[in-house]
């Protein structure tokens, strides 16, 4: 006879978590974990994982959705589309952008990005706040109030005219968040020295995507970092450079480590899987479905970032997901027309496809292991940006977010994924695993073969204080 007090049971799962790998029975009530342990009484509803590795529900702490742009461009994922296809990849949150337009308040990206995600998030997510025009009122007011409320990240760019900031503003911004305990994300880029190649690179009529790599060379990267690493330093406060591309990023952020500093790393699988040659080695337009930024390096930086996310320099793994269509005049090709890289919107899609490949690639490829999939993958993200232990882990009393693995050989095709985009940059990659069941909170959301989720299930997230920070007194 079934206990009443179980919803659902998942029978003899391996269940990873970032510190252990152990077999057992999990048991689930009200959305939540109930019971771990072996030969749980019986559930609701049985499910057997029939020995299959079990890893928390993936979360996505770096994602674009629906994000306002200026025109022509628009994102191709809407928050229906954007957590439909995270949801199939094994992941069961996502932390994407509330982005502040120049000129404009702070508290009004945030209310109109909750009108953006209502009645249509299919699993739960939080928000990082984008911003890009500190004023006093935002500095003094907006920000610290909004921190208090729940958003507890926020993100600084030093590139993009739209969204950059000088240094005293990123001082200013810095400043609050040491005050407040927020996470302070930073987009390291120098946007002068991009600024000065482009003109030069487009006076010589070189203006091919492949060009937007030689436009952003590591050294761009690396000054960027170091001056960021250098403005967290002076106002004491820890902060986590994202999508690190290759070496010489990598070698700054070790030199902060070894004197002390409170510095975090991100990264992204475009590092892993692309090389600038997936941009073009001709002048054909194609490369532009794979313009981001910073863009890819060449093989020898892949192997700088598998060594990071194995030996601990990285702490999380994202997708960076910026979804742009490529055949659209909203997308890769603003107007209808092939336009110079300059103009070329930045991003790739890669919600649905980041825990595969990482999985396949590093834990079945021998690079990583399974705990240290989970701590980048989840734990830390979730760590990182106050939804730890709710979130990123599988434990009694966490959410009841848990994906089961089938270790089985998969081609990334862009017609099996579920994203609104019209290609992904991995299209043809045979990888040796695929999430077989996905759930959140309990209900499954993917079984393997379709989408099982409703949009309007996803519930927003008020984030605490990030625990990976040192606490202040």
Not at 75 to 101: H, K
Request: aromatic share 6%; hydrophobic share 40%; net charge negative.
């Amino acid at each position: 006879m079934a206990d009443a007090g179980l919803d659902l049971v998942l029978r003899n799962a391996r269940v990873a978590t970032a510190s252990d790998t152990f077999a057992c029975d999990i048991g689930i009530r009200g959305g939540r974990i109930a019971l771990l342990g072996e030969g749980l009484p019986a559930g609701a509803r049985e499910i057997d994982a029939a020995g299959r590795t079990v890893t928390p529900g993936g979360v996505d702490a770096h994602c674009h959705l629906d994000q306002p742009m200026e025109g022509p461009a628009r994102m191709a994922d809407d928050f229906l589309t954007g957590t439909r296809s995270a949801a199939c990849g094994g992941t069961t949150t996502v932390i994407p952008f509330a982005a502040q337009m120049k000129g404009g308040s702070l508290e009004a990206a945030v209310l109109d990005y909750h009108g953006r995600a209502e009645g249509k998030a299919c699993i739960d997510y939080a928000f990082h706040m984008i911003v890009t025009d500190p004023t006093p009122e935002v500095v003094a007011r907006e920000l610290p109030g909004l921190i208090d409320r729940g958003y507890t990240s926020l993100k600084a760019y030093m590139t993009y005219d739209d969204l950059k900031l000088n240094d005293t503003q990123i001082l200013d911004v810095l400043e609050v968040a040491r005050q407040r305990g927020a996470m302070a994300m930073i987009h390291a880029e120098n946007a002068d020295c991009i600024e000065w190649l482009t003109k030069r690179l487009e006076a010589a009529g070189r203006t091919a995507p492949r060009w937007h790599a030689h436009a952003r060379p590591m050294l761009v990267e690396r000054e960027a970092t170091h001056r960021a690493i250098a403005l967290s330093e002076l106002v004491d406060v820890p902060i986590l450079i994202v999508h690190v591309s290759g070496r010489e990023a990598i070698e700054q952020i070790r030199w902060a480590r070894s004197h002390g500093l409170s510095v975090f790393a991100e990264t992204c699988p475009q590092y892993l899987f692309l090389t600038a040659e997936d941009l073009g080695i001709d002048d054909s337009y194609s490369g532009a479905r794979c313009i981001c930024s910073p863009p890819p390096r060449d093989k020898a930086n892949q192997q700088r970032i598998w060594e990071g996310l194995s030996d601990g320099l990285f702490t999380i793994f994202s997708s960076d997901h910026a979804p742009f269509r490529f055949e659209d005049p909203q997308g890769k090709k603003p107007g209808g027309e092939e336009v110079p890289f300059r103009h070329i919107p930045n991003g790739i899609p890669g919600l649905e496809t980041r825990l595969p490949l990482l999985y396949s690639e590093g834990v079945l490829g021998g690079r990583i292991t399974l705990s240290k999939f989970v701590e980048l993958t989840a734990t830390n993200p979730a760590k990182a940006y106050g939804l730890h232990p709710r979130k990123g882990t599988i434990a009694v009393g966490s959410d009841a977010d848990l994906v089961v693995w089938d270790e089985r050989d998969a081609t990334v095709t862009n017609g099996a994924l579920h994203h609104a985009v019209d290609y992904t940059p991995y299209e043809g990659m045979q990888l040796k695993a695929w999430p077989g069941l996905t759930l959140s909170r309990g209900e499954v959301v993917w079984d393997g073969a379709r989408f099982t989720g409703r949009a309007g299930r996803g519930r927003f997230l008020p984030c605490g204080a990030p625990s990976l920070l040192p606490r202040r007194t």
